[in-house]
């Protein structure tokens, strides 16, 4: 996960908890007493990449925090182990978070190193034009990068 705080770039690794056609869903700790205990995160990007498949997604997107009782479930659900740890030893809240992806990239590596990029958005005014860009499903538009 790749977000901006105060201007600079801040990455953190998160759990994927899950995913729909419109959103997804995932948490990460936030460290009670740390200068990132209070950060608010609007936007953020996300990447997955698989090196024996040369694959990778790259998903930009609004923010929201889940509802706390959506949080809190999540949480009691985990094991009495993990949670004490984080609540205890370090002092730690769980925060879930929704992604409302406006741009989402997949790219596909070739031994010829001329890759296959992809990218799927929201549109702009007057697009589709049918030339580069194209509609797709649920008013998505996509586009070929490269080659």
Do not use: C
Request: cysteine-free; charged content about 35%.
């Amino acid at each position: 996960m790749l977000y901006f705080r105060d201007g600079y770039p801040s990455a953190r690794f998160v759990l994927l908890k899950g995913y729909s056609k419109k959103v997804s869903y995932f948490s990460h700790t936030i460290v009670v007493g740390k200068d990132n205990s209070r950060e608010e995160i609007r936007e953020l990007l996300l990447t997955f990449y698989w090196e024996h498949y040369s694959r990778s997604v790259r998903i930009e997107g609004d923010v929201e925090k889940l509802p706390f009782e959506d949080a809190d479930q999540y949480f009691r659900n985990r094991p009495y182990r993990v949670r004490l740890e984080l609540y205890v030893v370090i002092k730690a809240n769980r925060v879930g978070y929704i992604l409302k992806p406006y741009t989402i990239e997949f790219w596909q590596g070739q031994t010829d190193r001329i890759h296959d990029r992809i990218r799927f958005r929201r549109p702009k005014t007057d697009e589709p034009d049918g030339i580069l860009t194209h509609r797709g499903e649920d008013g998505w538009i996509y586009e070929r990068l490269f080659p």
